[in-house]
């Protein structure tokens, strides 16, 4: 089998990116959310936010120069925060936060967003963060608690036409390697 290899996402991606994404978020969030809410969440949110790109913390995962997953890191605010204003902004502390994290359905469940997660936690560290924060989408949820994040408060985010997207914020503290063989891991 080809090593999975991931690399820096540029502009030049965004395109292949978003229609992985939108794929994904159809076909793996179905059993968690109904289609009128994934295609809210989709046209009215998006999937993800290019300054991700933009700031070189969006990563791909790629088999065979076959795009199979993706995902970041930012301590920027997420777009999809305009829909919750929960917290007024310039009164948070920067924190790390996961950031739209897809694997393309026919490589789901076989590793690849762990490894992505493993890729993201070792770079937030590298940027001196201790913890890694995120809003898991329901269909998220099982790979982030088998990784280690702790369930925080339930997100309901209120889309146009009052359509309601749940979701879950959860984190997990980071500790650094032990070894330079960790670290190359």
Same mark, same amino acid.
């Given at each position: 089998? !080809?090593?999975?290899?991931?690399? =820096? &996402? ?11 994404? @939108? ?10 959310? /109904?289609?009128?809410?994934? *295609? ?9 936010? *290019? ?13 065979? +120069?076959?795009? !199979?997953?993706? +995902?970041?890191? #930012?301590?920027?605010? @997420? #777009?999809?925060?305009? %829909? ?5 902004? &310039?009164?948070? &502390?920067?924190? @790390?936060? !996961?950031?739209? !994290? ?11 967003? +762990? ?7 070792? *770079?937030?560290?590298?940027? +001196? ?21 702790? /369930? ?5 985010? =209120? ?7 749940? &979701?879950?914020?959860? *984190?997990?503290?980071? #500790? %650094? ?7 190359? @891991?």
């Amino acid at each position: 089998m !080809v090593d999975l290899v991931i690399y =820096t &996402a540029s502009m030049a991606d965004r395109t292949a990116l978003r229609l992985m994404q @939108a794929h994904a978020m159809r076909r793996l969030g179905a059993d968690f959310y /109904p289609r009128n809410a994934i *295609d809210a969440f989709i046209s009215e949110i998006g999937t993800m936010d *290019d300054h991700l790109i933009d700031d070189g913390t969006y990563l791909i995962a790629s088999l065979g +120069g076959i795009l !199979v997953g993706s +995902g970041g890191w #930012s301590t920027r605010q @997420a #777009s999809y925060s305009k %829909c919750n204003a929960v917290d007024d902004p &310039a009164t948070i &502390a920067p924190k @790390a936060t !996961v950031r739209s !994290v897809y694997v393309h359905p026919t490589w789901a469940r076989r590793g690849i967003g +762990g490894q992505m997660m493993k890729r993201i936690e070792r *770079d937030i560290m590298a940027a +001196g963060f201790a913890k890694a924060s995120l809003t898991a989408t329901l269909s998220g949820v099982p790979l982030y608690r088998h990784l280690g994040y702790l /369930p925080g408060r339930p997100v309901n985010l =209120t889309l146009p036409g009052g359509i309601n997207f749940g &979701a879950l914020e959860m *984190d997990k503290p980071l #500790s %650094c390697p032990t070894s330079r063989q960790d670290m190359a @891991a």
